[in-house]
């Protein structure tokens, strides 16, 4: 059998890499699990070695996650069968800046470049599905995409001043700003439906 640059090597690398990136989703995922390194190689099936050599830091960690998380939201939005109303697009997207707060916090350790980066991928993502609810008179006319990053930086101030911004309050400061995070959501989602029909 031959393991040559495009033989088995290289499709086992693959099956690594995203057994990796899903491992590290899980574990960003729960409040209680501290990114580690080793636990997320021993969720994810593979050598510490293995890990290492597909990401050398947590820093390249991150950026695969969110690189595979705005991935799986325009897999969605490009899926077939019916489109998901942008206003429940934004919902998923808001409530997992609030379930993943590791991956928050790792992407405040990149470079404001790299940042940025990412947020203008998110918003272009996300533009066509809200310029489509403004054509139907589902979200206000005058939403404008890059307002988006304003609702995200919004939602990062509540957890934030909740205590949901770090890993340092209890169980009761977690629930308190989860609790505050989600009726934050449905108060900004509220505030972008368009009314005017209703008048």
Known sequence: MPYGPRGPRRSDARRNRMAIIQAAVDVMSDPRAPVMMPEIARRAGVGQATLYRHFPDRNALAEAVIGYEISRLEACIDGPGEPVPFLDLLREVLRTQVMMRSLVALT????????????????????GP??????????RGDVRARDLALLFGMLEGVMRSSGGGSRGGGDADAATAHADACRSIELMLDGLTDRSSAV
């Open 108 to 127: 405040y350790r990149l470079d404001p470049r790299t940042r940025e980066r990412y947020e203008r991928r998110m918003i272009t993502v996300l533009a």
């Open 130 to 139: 809200l310029r489509r609810a403004q054509e139907r008179r589902e979200v």
